[in-house]
């Protein structure tokens, strides 16, 4: 099964990206915080991150080099996200 890790400070986005990862039959393993998911990073290999490019403790741009230091995940595809954090302008279909 394909392992993808969701980096996302807002709970509202993490568990929509965790609905459609699971949708597609992904195990996704999500975390709010970004100093926790370097803790797994360390010790898990995944087969693609996602993150948020904008998080109060740490951003996703020094995230993604922290993973390219990591022995385990330092090739794995990392993508970086970022929403308006309005949401009356996001559109549900």
Do not use: H
Not at 33 to 60: C, N, Y
Not at 63 to 68: D, S
């Amino acid at each position: 099964m394909i392992k993808i890790l969701i980096i996302e400070d807002d709970l509202y986005v993490l568990e929509m990206l965790r609905e459609v990862l699971l949708s597609m039959g992904v195990e996704p393993r999500c975390f709010n915080s970004p100093k926790l998911a370097l803790e797994v990073i360390q010790r898990e290999k995944f087969d693609g991150v996602t993150l948020d490019i904008m998080m109060p403790e740490v951003d996703g741009i020094q995230l993604t080099g922290a993973i390219r230091e990591c022995r385990l995940n330092k090739k794995t595809p990392v993508v970086g996200i970022s929403g308006s954090e309005d949401r009356r302008q996001w559109k549900r279909s």
